[in-house]
């Protein structure tokens, strides 16, 4: 049985008045990743469930989570998969799908129980769904990159785009990772939001002692959130989501909500911060 918890979507006038614990209990997630266990977080932003499987030698299957009050997961709902660790099994439908480091399996809405094995750290995405599409492995030369920033502003990156209407089709969940190049610490800033998508980032790959300040609220009304390596948070509709890092570092980011239009942000512009 999966471990699980639920997050409940708060507005942005409740959150102001929050203060740093309280504003970790709703958005950030921690003690992921851990061996042997499937853990998964039933946000009610979008109805976002993420989460994790680390097999660790003995194989873990996701086949029922009472939250979505379904007979099984994804009897309505789409998956992602991406692996963080070693090469690991992903097992659907009667296929065994081999995730190396960095590939990202989409599982289609109805395609029954999943069972994770192997060396993987598994990092899972699920959004509901309305129809099905092909179980897809995708890898890395399949996927689509748009190089963004420059040296100068600290910001060199590449977003890899894994769920993308381009590359894989889904119902609503959109996911790829963004990684910096060396000495290049800042996502997306400036900053943006769209109401209409939620959003979902997993820090990783980072040095143990390496910390970001994820940048999160209103544009009029920021806050932050510090994130150790492999902790996701959760950011709401109305949020941005930017940060900095005392490293590089990479992050999965994740979306569902209205559309599944990668560029339809709102950018926020910088004297608009506060
Ligand atoms: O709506 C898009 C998301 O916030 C991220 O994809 C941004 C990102 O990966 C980046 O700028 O590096
Ligand atoms: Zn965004």
Redo the contacts with the bound molecule.
């Keep these: 049985m999966p471990v699980t918890q639920t997050r409940y979507a708060i507005d942005p006038a409740t959150a102001k008045t929050l203060d740093t614990g309280q504003l970790r209990d709703h958005f950030h997630v921690g003690g992921l990743f851990a061996a042997g266990q499937i853990k998964l977080v039933y946000s009610h932003y979008d109805r976002l469930i993420l989460g994790s499987a680390v097999p660790a030698g003995a194989a873990l299957t996701l086949d029922h989570m009472a939250e979505t009050g379904t007979a099984n997961f994804l009897e309505r709902r789409e998956m992602a998969v991406l692996n963080i660790g070693e090469t690991g099994t992903v097992s659907v439908d009667g296929a065994d799908h081999s995730l190396d480091n960095g590939e990202v399996l989409y599982i289609g809405m109805g395609a029954g129980a999943v069972t994770f094995s192997g060396a993987g750290r598994f990092y899972i995405l699920s959004a509901p769904a309305h129809q099905t599409y092909p179980t897809t492995l995708i890898k890395l030369s399949d996927a689509r990159r748009v190089e963004?920033g420059a040296k100068e502003t600290a910001n060199e990156?590449v977003?890899i785009q894994f769920l993308h209407p381009d590359v894989c089709q889904s119902c609503q969940l959109l996911m790829?990772y963004?990684q910096f190049a060396e000495g290049s610490v800042w996502?997306?800033m400036p900053a943006?939001v769209?109401d209409r998508r939620m959003?979902a980032y997993l820090y990783f790959g980072m040095p143990e002692d390496s910390r970001v300040f994820h940048l999160m609220g209103e544009p009029s009304e920021t806050r932050h959130i510090v994130m150790a390596n492999e902790e996701a948070v959760i950011s709401p509709p109305w949020s941005i989501?930017s940060g900095a890092g005392t490293s590089s570092y990479t992050f999965c980011?994740a979306?569902a909500g209205d559309n599944v239009d990668?560029t339809d942000?709102d950018m926020v512009p910088m004297g608009d911060l506060r």
């Design positions: 963004m990156r977003i790829g963004t996502n997306t943006h769209h959003e989501h980011w979306m990668f942000m």
